[in-house]
């Protein structure tokens, strides 16, 4: 462990306890504003995460992407405890609660998308760029059955319910691995992709 994660490590609690005691007998706690990511939910634990979000959303205020940015970049002060929503690579799951769970609690998220894994239109394809990307460390017979991508049909969906739409790299590689002659399309490519569609 590096000199740097072990400061932070041991810095965590004593922060912690001192952000507890400041907010329980300030006059005016300070709001806090925080990022919740998710990547697939499996269809089992699909109750599991409704449940979570309708009790985050009597606590928290979600904020969409808009107002994030205008909450980070001083433009609007933060007055509320609140939370923004992302999913990362672009897991079919995403579309499904988009519509089951988000929609109903009018919670507006953004989803980092892997360009590459987007276009795929093949079923074993698709769970062959799973296997080699996502879980390198797995067997295809160990990915999950429910496990597919969104399709460009689906990213055009969610835009038009209000989410919004981030690039999450071409090919979900290790990007401290990569030559830097390979990043720039790993990177900048598959954004202009995803801006283009």
């Known amino acids: ?30 709001p806090r504003l925080r990022v919740l990511l998710y990547h697939d939910i499996m269809p089992i634990d699909e109750e599991a995460f409704s449940m979570q979000l309708s009790w985050l959303s009597s606590r928290w205020k979600f904020l ?7 909450i980070i970049s001083n433009e609007t002060k933060l007055k509320e405890d609140s939370v923004l929503l992302t999913f990362d690579d672009g897991f079919s799951s995403n579309r499904r609660l988009a519509e089951r769970v988000l929609m109903p609690l009018d919670i507006k998220a953004i989803f980092f998308i892997v360009s590459k894994f987007a276009s795929l239109d093949n079923k074993e394809k698709t769970r062959e760029f799973i296997a080699k990307n996502f879980f390198p460390e797995k067997l295809l017979s160990d990915i999950p059955n429910h496990l597919s991508n969104m399709d460009w049909n689906d990213l055009e969906y969610l835009l038009s319910q209000g989410h919004h739409i981030g690039g999450h790299t071409a090919n979900h590689l290790r990007l401290s691995e990569l030559p830097e002659s390979e990043l720039y399309d790993e990177i900048v490519s598959s954004a202009d992709i995803l801006e283009e569609r």
């Open 1 to 30: 462990m590096s000199l740097k994660h072990k400061i932070l490590s041991l810095s965590y609690h004593p922060l912690k306890i001192s952000s507890h005691l400041t907010r329980r007998f300030s006059n005016s706690p300070i």
């Open 64 to 70: 969409d992407p808009k107002e994030f940015s205008e």
